[in-house]
């Protein structure tokens, strides 16, 4: 009689660890997925009353994202302490595209978008560092971005020209030419000389420094050529007084280029 107990309540646990439950997004209080991913909050799923769900499968019909994602259904599972821990997967109306999120503790930590069978987008927490990437098609990198509590700290993307990497922590925006790793141009307000504020370097295709400018913070900027000689130029009312110097620091010559006027008709 106690093996008979025993058989049935395994059985009636198998049964509970199999069954599902299909409800619709707008059941659900705030129910989103990555929305706001960076802030790396439970997900803390619950019906609209407040109520939590129950530990079991659920898909839910994402009726909430408009137009575009008609038809699309999440697929998850509550673990007994009302969380989601481990896979959530998707049914896309688009069959070539699939994506996947990954939960721990009821926190998504990495969610990944593929179009056929190919990466496209990726999202992920590593180390408190919050990374969005994407892909073009042919699977060629396309951007980067990384924030860490809430903030952005680095991005990489391509404008018309190259590469454009822009670097907070190291307060520094490159850009390169093309997909090379060649610079094109650098600039930087960190680590600087006492007294400046700003520096920007230029270089040929060859990565070879053609000028630097160094900017300070009494309206004076002081620019380098290639040969060591710089220009010492300090803005005044009537225009840009410029002072010329040799490579071993012999005055030149010194002039005033006067700010540019329009003329009325």
Request: proline letters at 2%.
């Amino acid at each position: 009689m106690r093996i008979k107990k025993c058989s049935l309540s395994l059985m009636a646990a198998a049964a509970f660890a199999h069954a599902q439950t299909n409800i619709k997004q707008s059941d659900l209080q705030d129910f989103s997925i990555g929305k706001d991913m960076e802030k790396h909050e439970p997900q803390n799923v619950k019906y609209k009353d407040g109520k939590p769900l129950s530990p079991g499968k659920y898909i839910v019909q994402m009726d909430q994202e408009g137009r575009s994602a008609e038809g699309l259904k999440s697929i998850f599972e509550v673990n007994t302490s009302g969380k989601i821990d481990g896979e959530m997967s998707f049914e896309m109306p688009d069959r070539s595209l699939e994506s996947k999120a990954l939960y721990k503790d009821d926190i998504l930590v990495k969610i990944d978008k593929k179009i056929n069978g190919k990466l496209l987008e990726t999202s992920y927490f590593d180390q408190g560092i919050f990374y969005e990437k994407e892909f073009e098609e042919n699977g060629d990198f396309k951007s980067e971005s990384r924030s860490k509590d809430g903030k952005r700290i680095y991005s990489k993307s391509m404008n018309l020209s190259g590469w454009d990497i822009q670097d907070d922590i190291k307060g520094t925006r490159t850009f390169y030419y093309g997909k090379t790793d060649i610079i094109e141009s650098r600039s930087t307000s960190r680590n600087l000389e006492k007294g400046a504020t700003w520096m920007e370097e230029k270089f040929d295709e060859k990565g070879k420094l053609i000028t630097k400018e160094i900017r300070y913070g009494d309206d004076k900027r002081k620019v380098i050529n290639r040969d060591g000689s710089y220009e010492i130029i300090i803005s005044t009312n009537e225009g840009d007084k410029v002072s010329q110097y040799s490579s071993k620091g012999k005055l030149l010559k010194t002039y005033v280029a006067a700010y540019p006027t329009m003329s009325v008709q």
